[in-house]
C-alpha cells in the first residue's frame, strides 16, 4: 500500500517550496548570497523541507532566463529528472513536476510521471502550465497556442486514458492523434498523481476546475484574496467536483520586523537586478494574465521580490498571522520563496512552523 500522498493529509494549511530548480528563485536580485541554484543546494533544501514536515517541493518550468547582470533564471533544472533525484533522497515529501503542456508529448510525460511516482512510492505530483513566453516557445520552434486549455485537456485526458487502459489506446483529438498508446507502469496513485494547473486567468481556472486537483494562482492582497477561491468554487461546482486552491508568496522571516523590511528593501529594490526586472515585468505584462491588472504598475518591488507573489516579510508572528489569514480566505496551501532557500528555511521552520501548529493549521 503506497501513503497518502501529503497533499491529500490533515493539514489545514499545506506549506512547500516553489522554484528552487531555478536561479534566483523567485527573486532578482543581485545580492552575493542570491540563489544559485546548485544541484547540492536543491538537494539540502528539499532535505530540510522533507525533515521539517513541509508536504511539497515544487519547480518552476522555465526554459530562458531574463537577461540582466545574472541572466536570472537562465540555469534551471528540468523538472521529471530533477524530482526523480530527489524521490530518491527524500521520504514524505511530495515532489511535483512542471511542464508546458505543448512542449511534451502527453505520453513521455506518462511515463516521466509514472517513473517519479514509483521512485517516490506515491508522492509524485504534476503542475500543468501552458506558458506564457513567446521567446521561450520561439526556442523550440512551436507558436504559443490560443486555446492553451483546449490542449491541456486532451493531454491530461491521454495521461488518464493509458493508465486507466490495459488495451492499447487509440485517441483522435484536435491536437493529438495516437494510434495503440500504452504507457507501463501506470503511476502507483489512481487514477494519476495529484495535480494542479498554474493559472490566473478564466480558461485556465475552468481548466483546472474541469480537470485537476487544484488551482495555483496569485493575488495581490489578503484582503480580498478569497475571491479567487470563491471564482473558482463556482467553477469546479458548475463542473460537479471540488477543486482547493493553492497560492505563492515570497518570504523574509527575521527576529525583528525592521530587520526583514530593511533586506527586502536591499534586496528587492537597492540590489535587484534592475534590467532583467524590466524585462520580466514587460514580458509578462504583455503575455500574460497571471496576475491582477494593476499589480504589474503598483508593485515593482514584488517582482523583484518574487515574482509578483504576496511578500511575507517580518517576524515569525507576523508571517504566522498573515499565512492563516491567506488559510482563512480559504487558500488550501502556500508556496514559498526565499532568496537563499538553504540559509533561510531552516530559521521559518523552527520558528514558524510551531505558531501554525498552537494554532491549529498544522500538526
Ligand atoms: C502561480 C503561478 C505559477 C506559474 N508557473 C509557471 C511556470 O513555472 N512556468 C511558466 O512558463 N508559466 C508559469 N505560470 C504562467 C502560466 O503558465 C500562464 O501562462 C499565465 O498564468 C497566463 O495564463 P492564464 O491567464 O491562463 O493564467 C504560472 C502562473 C501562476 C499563476
Same mark, same amino acid.
Given at each position: 500500500? +503506497? ?21 534566483? @528563485? ?33 519547480? +518552476? ?5 531574463? @537577461? ?26 511530495? =515532489?511535483?513536476?512542471?511542464? &508546458? ?24 505530483? =504534476? ?20 486555446? @492553451? ?61 474541469? &480537470? ?27 463542473? @460537479? ?8 508568496? &515570497? ?28 524585462? &520580466? ?30 511578500? =511575507? ?5 507576523? +508571517? ?13 496551501? +502556500? ?29
Amino acid at each position: 500500500m +503506497i501513503k497518502q500522498h501529503p497533499l491529500k493529509g490533515s493539514n489545514r494549511l499545506k506549506l512547500g517550496v516553489f522554484s528552487a530548480n531555478a536561479d534566483g @528563485g523567485l527573486a532578482i536580485t543581485d545580492v552575493p548570497e542570491r540563489w544559485t541554484a546548485s544541484w547540492q543546494d536543491n538537494l539540502t533544501a528539499a532535505q530540510i523541507a522533507d525533515r521539517a514536515g513541509l508536504e511539497f517541493f515544487l519547480p +518552476i518550468a522555465r526554459w530562458r532566463g531574463f @537577461g540582466g547582470k545574472n541572466r536570472v533564471r537562465e540555469w534551471s533544472f528540468e523538472t521529471f529528472t530533477w524530482a526523480a533525484a530527489l524521490a530518491a533522497a527524500t521520504e514524505q515529501i511530495g =515532489l511535483f513536476m512542471t511542464v &508546458h503542456v505543448p512542449l511534451l508529448h502527453p505520453l513521455y510525460a506518462a511515463k516521466s510521471l509514472a517513473t517519479v511516482d514509483h521512485i517516490s512510492q506515491g508522492r509524485a505530483g =504534476l503542475n500543468i502550465v501552458c506558458g506564457w513566453n513567446p521567446k521561450e516557445f520561439g526556442m523550440f520552434g512551436v507558436p504559443l497556442v490560443e486555446k @492553451g486549455y483546449d490542449q491541456a485537456a486532451e493531454w491530461l485526458d491521454i495521461v488518464e486514458r493509458v493508465y486507466a487502459s490495459d488495451e492499447p489506446v487509440d485517441f483522435n483529438g484536435s491536437y493529438y492523434a495516437l494510434k495503440g498508446a500504452v504507457s507501463r507502469p501506470a503511476s502507483l496513485q489512481t487514477p494519476r498523481p495529484v495535480t494542479m494547473n498554474a493559472a490566473f486567468g478564466g480558461p485556465g481556472r475552468d481548466f483546472a476546475a474541469g &480537470h485537476c486537483d487544484y488551482l495555483f494562482t496569485t493575488f495581490t492582497e489578503i484582503s480580498d484574496a478569497g475571491k479567487h477561491v470563491a471564482d473558482i468554487g463556482e467553477r469546479s461546482a458548475k463542473q @460537479g467536483r471540488e477543486v482547493g486552491v493553492y497560492t505563492v508568496c &515570497h518570504v523574509v522571516c527575521r527576529e525583528t520586523q525592521a530587520e526583514a523590511e530593511d533586506y527586502y528593501t536591499r534586496y528587492a529594490v537597492t540590489m535587484a537586478d534592475h534590467a532583467a526586472v524590466d524585462d &520580466h515585468m514587460a514580458g509578462k505584462k504583455e503575455f500574460s494574465q497571471s496576475h491582477d491588472r494593476d499589480a504589474y504598475d503598483r508593485y515593482r518591488q514584488r517582482f523583484a521580490g518574487g515574482a509578483g507573489s504576496y511578500p =511575507l516579510i517580518g517576524t515569525p508572528d507576523k +508571517i504566522a498571522e498573515e499565512m492563516i489569514a491567506i488559510a482563512e480566505q480559504g487558500y488550501a496551501g +502556500i508556496a514559498l520563496s526565499f532568496v537563499n532557500y538553504t540559509q533561510e528555511l531552516p530559521y521559518f521552520c523552527d520558528r514558524v512552523l510551531p505558531i501554525l501548529k498552537k494554532a491549529g493549521y498544522r500538526g
